[in-house]
């Protein structure tokens, strides 16, 4: 047997370079590149293996430098998203709290599916002194470090303790990342004495690795089940999730929603699985939903999940799906999410199920009447958006819709939009109107503040010379700004827009509808009865972000802002735009929402704004039901 002799850091980057994904005859480097923050734990491991690999342009494993653990997963978390899951990234960083800065990030990919190699340092195997710097001492247990919090928060965990132990983790990793049932964040605990010690390496496990992403087809008795469904049914409903994108299963939903006239709604990861224009599309479905997808829903008797996760923000926490009669069926490659709603489940890939469903013995089509109604009842909500999208003259100071708007006249299908949390998910998902399957990029399975600066710098690597936008409000600004400088090192010309509404709006009016009266969510100053509802504060995050070498403009008015979102979209550097925007009323501001959310209120309370939520919250989660 032939075989190499390398260090354990050394093999597994040379053991990264050689896999690849393989679908439909398209291959892709399975781990395209590594972000890395070097310390003790890993900086004569990993980094030297990454040096000894080769630098630059022909570097054997290019590698980027990050300022946050957490932002560097959610810069390859965005990558693999952009790649549909066929190519990913890895980060590699120290022990300690390198390590546990990883959790965030890592729990936001296994949420949405979405591919990440960790590899964080870990304490010495062979414990020459211990503690050692940065080593958690657990009395009850020695083979415990802080690396185990990323348990619970992978899809795939392991410890290598033993160089030769390398060999069947590295393969059951790639395994678990390119398994689209399986796949989420996949971590490898490298000790840091274990990463330096050398191994005679079998060329084979070197050797280039083709891993093939299968499209498992339907089981024939379950497709006869679905078929006689969709037979059956008077009002279906199709609910596009974001198992249609990974699957690249676009053109066959478009497919069988024009040969059968059943309507489209579309999760929050599911948006643009049809153009917004597409007669099919109904949009946005759920809490942030349109009304005329949550219409459909409460009406339907059968709601077809294509590639969906069924969350809470989808069913309206169990009220949206009201016919006594209605039944779910649900393509989804995950048996897990298959088998949600008590649903008929159709276990395969996205594309082959809507195929093979389609080619089946034909179907009965809903009525013309059906069709016209929801037909008609998008094109009224299509002018409810251009009402929240219409500015009042140019000179006056835009609401947060009317930033939409601005930028929904400007963008093609080129343009990705990237946003995370805070109250712009909800006005995204209900207004925006989406051009291409890539565009609508939100990541709302974990909605976590601070995913979108570095989020669009992994986007904007996986789709080179496209304009990627970075939609973030104050707070989530706040949260991780720090990726601003990697844009800038790297020159990749992002465009980072930046709303001021001095706090968490979103937070704040969710605050007051419970009985929270908006406590602790404004960006201001204490007041002398020490509340905070003082002036707000002078915090300038325009020129806190060009400090980080941003390039900035300022937008004071729609006219403004028009000029300045059109002078970003050119730039071949990183840019952003500064608004402060104005609270909208009721002509102005988006729709509210249509379907409910649950959040618990007090069942006791003495103020009367929780005694009113109250009420509510318990009329609301009358309508609540399990689908059994």
């Known amino acids: 047997m032939t075989t190499r002799r390398l260090t354990v850091a050394q093999a597994l980057v040379a053991f990264l370079a050689r896999q690849y994904t393989e679908r439909d005859g398209r291959r892709h480097r399975l781990i395209s590149a590594t972000w890395g923050i070097f310390g003790h734990g890993n900086v004569a491991g990993i980094g030297q293996a990454l040096v000894e690999s080769g630098t630059g342009p022909g570097a054997e494993m290019p590698y980027f430098q990050g300022r946050n653990e957490q932002a560097m997963v959610h810069a390859a978390v965005g990558y693999a998203r952009q790649c549909r899951r066929l190519s990913a990234q890895a980060v590699t960083t120290s022990i300690g709290p390198g390590a546990t800065n990883l959790v965030t990030g890592a729990a936001l990919a296994t949420v949405n599916r979405l591919p990440v190699l960790l590899l964080p340092g870990d304490v010495f195997a062979t414990r020459p002194a211990d503690p050692v710097l940065q080593q958690l001492e657990v009395p009850y247990a020695g083979d415990v470090s802080v690396n185990d919090t990323l348990r619970p928060v992978s899809r795939f965990f392991d410890r290598v303790t033993r160089p030769e132990a390398l060999i069947p983790a590295a393969l059951q990793a790639m395994r678990v990342l390119t398994d689209p049932a399986e796949t989420g964040a996949v971590t490898l605990a490298l000790p840091q004495d274990v990463q330096a010690e050398a191994y005679d390496w079998p060329e084979e496990f070197l050797a280039e690795r083709v891993w093939h992403v299968a499209r498992p087809r339907p089981d024939a008795r379950a497709l006869e089940r679905a078929r006689r469904a969709l037979a059956e049914s008077r009002r279906p409903l199709i609910v596009a999730g974001g198992g249609v994108r990974y699957s690249e299963a676009e053109a066959a939903l478009s497919a069988f929603a024009e040969a059968t006239g059943v309507p489209v709604a579309s999760t929050q990861a599911g948006k643009g699985a049809l153009p917004y224009g597409h007669p099919q599309d109904v949009g946005a479905i759920g809490h942030t939903g349109t009304a005329t997808a949550d219409e459909l829903g409460r009406a339907a008797d059968l709601v077809i999940g294509v590639g969906t996760r069924w969350s809470d923000f989808t069913t309206a926490s169990a009220t949206l799906f009201q016919n006594p009669a209605v039944r779910f069926l649900n393509l989804n490659i995950a048996s897990f999410d298959a088998h949600k709603m008590a649903g008929i489940s159709l276990v395969a890939d996205a594309r082959e199920a809507l195929a093979e469903l389609a080619g089946a013995a034909p179907v009965r089509t809903p009525d013309a009447g059906y069709g016209n109604a929801y037909r008609e009842a998008k094109e009224h909500w299509e002018r409810r958006v251009d009402t929240a999208y219409a500015g009042p003259d140019d000179d006056a100071r835009p609401t947060q819709t009317q930033v939409l708007g601005v930028l929904d006249a400007l963008v093609t299908g080129d343009d990705i939009l990237i946003n995370a949390a805070g109250s712009l998910p909800g006005d995204l998902h209900k207004l925006w109107r ?178 009113r939520a109250r009420e509510e919250y318990e009329r609301q989660a009358a309508a609540r039901r399990r689908h059994l």
């Not at 002398?528 to 020129?543: E, R």
């Not at 909208?584 to 704004?609: F, M």
């Open 434 to 611: 989406a051009r291409s399957a890539d565009q609508y990029h939100v990541e709302y399975g974990y909605s976590c503040m601070g995913y979108e600066i570095p989020a669009a710098i992994g986007v904007a690597m996986a789709a080179p010379g496209r304009p990627v936008w970075a939609l973030v409000g104050d707070g989530t600004y706040l949260m991780n700004p720090t990726e601003i400088v990697t844009a800038v090192q790297e020159n990749i010309p992002i465009k980072v827009v930046i709303l001021q509404n001095h706090g968490y709006a979103s937070i704040g009016g969710l605050s007051e509808s419970v009985g929270g009266e908006r406590f602790g969510t404004a960006y201001r100053h204490r007041a002398p009865d020490g509340t905070y509802t003082g002036a707000p504060l002078g915090v300038d995050l325009a020129a806190n972000a060009a400090a980080l070498g941003l390039r900035m403009i300022r937008a004071r008015t729609v006219g403004d802002l028009r000029e300045a979102l059109a002078e970003a979209r050119a730039a071949d550097v990183p840019t952003g735009v500064y608004v402060e925007t104005e609270t909208p009323d009721t002509v102005s501001g988006p729709p509210p929402a249509q379907a409910w959310w649950d959040v618990p209120v007090a069942q006791v309370a003495t103020r009367p704004s929780a005694v």
